[in-house]
């Protein structure tokens, strides 16, 4: 028998249960108890793309060091979905725990020597307690979750009073939940030994929210001055819309007349597919307002032509893409980073997009509202990436800031004193030299400064125009503003190994917060290694400087076709053979010890010897 | 679509409106549309009807998807910004631009390919939305820009130029907005300036979704014998139901008609729709009569033209949506980004 694993704040758990059981809420206050203790949870929510039946499982990562990333492995699963049985066992670590419901027995065979089994009559407790089929299924969780209160030692307390905050609008639900919390708890006092993993009161998590990508995003464009919002329901992304509607409902109405006498500061429409959606956002983008629409791969997809006419029509925009597993319908509940090259040159023709790579909540916030200045400033359709670990799951992040003294950049806009004083407006003409031409909105004056918006090839005054040169010059231009993009976008951030080394590693999103462990772990096996995280595309100069002064650089990324390598390789002409991929796409998010093992290899050191490698 | 600016002279006797506005100021560039193309008439009447109301040319937003008729913009309201979208998908890009400005006039101007094809979604999705927008359909039944093949509006039966003949069954644009919800919903002929003009006017001063199909026969692909978009065809075939003049709000309504040959129809602006029936059974407030006298017309082989439905009361897109009267790219800063102290209570709230 393998040695049980013991860990105070520090292991990993794992709820298999059944979508539509309703165990994603007695999972979630599993998961806020323990940050109500003080102790940094990261957790991640792995459900099928349907409402019920099919498995479905919640990973949480307990790190009293702060890792919030997975870490990779279970020491902790908690069985509750006989479909997934035999691959939640053979996922736990040696030395960890399974806890199962024990109400039928089961033959030994479905057991492992290695682990230490659990086993809570959880069925035959629910059955004894209620007599309806509903509050069966639904306390059948909190009585586990009252167990795992005792096996895990959580204070009791907490959970109780998150209990009476659950269901603070629905107050004759908090007796017969903390019922079932008291049945958990006593049987498992009663009849178990508590486990090896132990939770015990920090001060960890400080003023820290938590909060999921999608929602920081929404929070993000009503902040970024965001009035015109034209969406269609897709997963991950419709909860981003819906934190929008929310967020204005709350937060953009005029005092004087409220939301129901016609005082909404802001316009969402749910439209009849994704490509009416970029559309109404590119008609609100001509005239003025700060619009948005957000999307999955499938919806980029369909709104290709619009982006090809926004970027030649040169009309603001912003698109948040949160990126699921494709190509088609893919993994639709799964999460990838594989619509960097589709967003970066959408549609057909010559084009570049901006991209804004956040990774989590906290830029999903900031890009989110600074994708609307870029948008105005650069009159083109601007895309912040997401992806569904960031989108729709709750990450522990900073508490959310804002300069009270920012001012919204509403980009070049001629006036109707401008034109009245002379300004020779030429709707296409590069007057600063920055490639961003002056734009006027419809109605600035009675007779100057109107133009006819098209995607048909004009010269510098709007004028419809075939002529090669003129084109050319157009086209041309349009690459200069593309190169004044790279000083207006985030900058790269870079993190230098605390010695001298020759290896590098790029990357973005997402994947931040099992980086951070990996590095850390890397670290402490004596391997150095810079590391630098992208952050927006056009690329600057620092990222290919980057490159250039390292041997070798791996490039990690949740996709098969290692997408921002190829962005990488196209834009700053770089050696492929210097850019190493380290791929994760299998849908769930990257691990700490995927990309440290990863890294260890590519620098060809086994991890047992990976100390003796630092150059 | 042409560069070709018309000469910006103007005659000292062209009669002003008034606001001072000559109908030369609602013209634009000059059209590269065949000559005798009966989207010129539209255009034309376009003009005349925007010189009638009243119309500040500059406030008017023209919009358009790809087609022979969605070139038209350009040569009508050079004072006004237009935007020639992309096929078929016009009707959403009008949305949004009149989401984020309420207080400009939106015409939408597209063909039978753009809308009834391609564009047949957005066009339904708009006309439901309640879009406050004057919508035109130059209706061909034909592909000009790519030379002759029929489009979805071409009747059963009817012939091509090279004589082929259309086994799928026409869309009745005027039937769907209908169906659809439109709350002014007309058809009209591109050869008949008396009616068409006044049916503009009324739709720009319709508070909804104002739909007008024109039937404008295409001289180079679609005006031959076995055409049912021909002149020839319409002109034989057309059951106007009414004639219609408009009055403006600030007009008195002086006219004076026979008793029983007319309807008056007040819009939520103040406006009077006056309607000489032609058909003395025809009340155009009447939704359900009107799809059952459609539908008896076309089963007789007619082409029913005139002010078809229109509902006074009607509520637009933003009575739905609660928006602020104020146009939405107008907000300064302090209307649209909440204060600090609002994040920190959302930031307290999820902890």
């Given amino acids: ?615 | 679509m042409t560069y070709i600016a018309k000469p910006q002279f103007h005659h000292p006797s062209l009669k002003h409106n008034a606001l001072g506005f000559t109908r030369r100021d609602y013209e634009g560039k000059v059209s590269t549309l065949c000559a005798g193309c009966g989207h010129d008439s539209i255009s034309a009447a376009i003009v005349q009807a925007c010189f009638e109301i009243d119309l500040e040319p500059h406030r008017l937003a023209k919009l358009s998807g790809i087609g022979c008729s969605s070139k038209t913009p350009d040569y009508f309201l050079g004072a006004s910004h237009g935007f020639n979208t992309v096929h078929g998908r016009m009707p959403s890009v009008l949305t949004g631009a009149n989401l984020a400005n309420r207080s400009l006039i939106y015409l939408g101007v597209s063909g039978d390919g753009d809308s009834a094809s391609i564009g047949l979604g957005q066009f339904a999705h708009a006309m439901r939305r309640g879009v406050n927008m004057t919508y035109i359909v130059e209706n061909n039944g034909v592909y000009g820009l790519t030379k002759g093949q029929f489009s979805a509006t071409a009747d059963k039966g009817s012939k091509s130029k090279k004589g082929v003949v259309n086994s799928d069954s026409g869309i009745d644009m005027v039937g769907l907005a209908l169906q659809l919800g439109a709350t002014f919903v007309a058809r009209s002929f591109s050869g008949d300036k008396d009616q068409l003009v006044p049916l503009i006017k009324a739709a720009l001063t319709h508070k909804g979704a104002a739909f007008i199909d024109v039937l404008s026969p295409c001289i180079a692909f679609n005006n031959h014998k076995g055409s049912t978009k021909s002149f020839d065809w319409v002109r034989e075939h057309n059951e106007a139901v009414n004639r219609l003049d408009v009055l403006m709000a600030r007009m008195a309504v002086t006219a004076s008609y026979e008793p029983g040959s007319l309807t008056e129809v007040t819009q939520h602006d103040g406006s009077v729709l006056l309607l000489r029936k032609v058909a003395e059974d025809y009340d155009p407030t009447d939704h359900a009569g009107a799809i059952s006298y459609l539908q008896h017309a076309h089963a007789a082989g007619e082409i029913v033209t005139g002010l078809l439905y229109v509902d006074p009361e009607a509520e637009e897109l933003h009575d739905a949506l609660g928006t602020v009267k104020q146009p939405l790219n107008a907000l300064p800063d302090e209307e649209l980004v909440p204060p600090v102290a609002a994040l920190d209570k959302i930031n307290a709230g999820l902890r």
Wanted: with cysteine; proline share 6%; hydrophobic share 40%.
């Fill in chain 1, 1 to 615: 028998m393998t040695r049980p694993i013991t860990a105070v704040n520090d292991f990993v758990v794992k709820f298999a249960n059944v979508n539509g059981s309703g165990s994603a809420s007695a999972n979630g206050l599993f998961v806020k108890a323990i940050l109500r203790m003080g102790v940094p949870v990261g957790a991640r929510n792995i459900f099928p793309s349907n409402i019920q039946g099919l498995p479905t499982w919640y990973e949480i990562r307990v790190s009293g060091h702060g890792w919030l990333g997975r870490r990779g492995g279970v020491d902790l699963m908690v069985a509750m979905n006989p479909q997934t049985w035999d691959r939640d066992v053979a996922e736990i670590e040696p030395g960890g725990y399974l806890f199962y419901d024990s109400t039928k027995p089961m033959p030994s065979s479905k057991f492992r020597d290695d682990i230490t089994v659990v086993g809570l009559p959880l069925t035959a407790l629910c059955n004894a307690a209620y007599a309806e089929p509903s509050k069966r299924k639904i306390l059948k969780n909190i009585i586990y979750l009252g167990a795992l209160t005792f096996l895990l030692g959580i204070e009791r307390a907490v959970v109780e009073a998150l209990l009476a905050e659950e269901y603070a609008a629905k107050p004759a639900l908090i007796p017969a939940n903390i019922e079932a919390l008291q049945i958990g708890f006593d049987h498992a006092r009663d009849h178990l030994k508590p486990l090896g993993l132990k939770l015990r009161r920090a001060d960890a998590v400080g003023d820290r929210i938590f909060v999921d990508g999608n929602t920081a995003a929404g929070l993000g464009a009503v902040y970024g001055g965001a009035t015109v919002c034209a969406w269609y329901p897709i997963t991950p992304s419709t909860s981003l819309a819906e934190a929008f509607t929310a967020y204005c409902r709350k937060l953009r109405h005029d005092p004087e007349t409220g939301p129901d006498g016609g005082g909404a500061r802001y316009a969402i429409v749910q439209a009849e597919d994704e490509i009416a959606s970029i559309g109404m956002v590119t008609g609100a983008g001509w005239n003025g307002a700060r619009a948005f629409t957000c999307t999955s791969g499938p919806g980029v997809s369909l709104m290709q032509e619009f982006i090809g006419l926004s970027y030649f029509a040169e009309i603001p925009g912003v698109i948040f893409d949160v990126q699921r597993g494709g190509p088609s319908t893919g993994m639709p509940t799964r999460t990838q980073q594989s619509d960097i090259l589709s967003a970066a040159y959408a549609s057909h023709g010559d084009t570049k997009h901006v991209l804004l790579l956040p990774e989590g909540p906290n830029e999903c916030f900031e890009f989110g509202a600074l994708a609307f200045d870029l948008a105005d400033r650069l009159q083109t359709m601007i895309f912040v990436m997401l992806d569904l670990d960031m989108g729709m799951n709750e990450w522990l992040i900073e508490p959310f800031r804002w300069d009270e003294d920012r001012v919204l950049d509403r980009g070049k806009i001629m006036t109707a004193e401008m034109l009245e004083a002379g300004a020779d407006f030429g709707r296409y003409k590069d007057v600063d030299g920055d490639g961003i031409p002056w734009r006027t909105l419809p109605a600035t004056h009675p007779s100057k400064g109107s133009y006819f918006t098209r995607g048909t090839s004009r010269d510098p005054y709007a004028r419809y125009s075939e002529e090669g040169a003129v084109y050319v010059d157009n086209m041309e231009r349009l690459l200069r503003k593309f190169e004044t993009a790279k000083s207006l976008v985030p900058p790269p951030i870079v993190r230098r190994a605390a010695r001298k080394t020759s290896y590098g590693v790029i990357y973005y999103g997402s994947t931040s917060p099992a980086m951070d462990e990996a590095l850390a772990g890397l670290e402490a096996d004596g391997v150095a290694v810079d590391a630098l995280r992208v952050r927006a595309f056009p690329f600057e100069g620092e990222i290919f400087e980057f490159i250039a002064a390292h041997d070798l650089v791996f490039v990690v990324e949740q996709n098969r076709d290692a997408q921002l390598r190829t962005l990488l390789i196209n834009e700053g002409g770089v050696d492929p053979a210097r850019l190493v991929k380290v791929l994760n796409y299998d849908g769930s998010p990257i691990t700490a010890r995927f990309i440290q093992a990863e890294l260890a290899k590519g620098m060809g050191v086994p991890k047992a010897r990976a100390g003796e490698m630092v150059r």
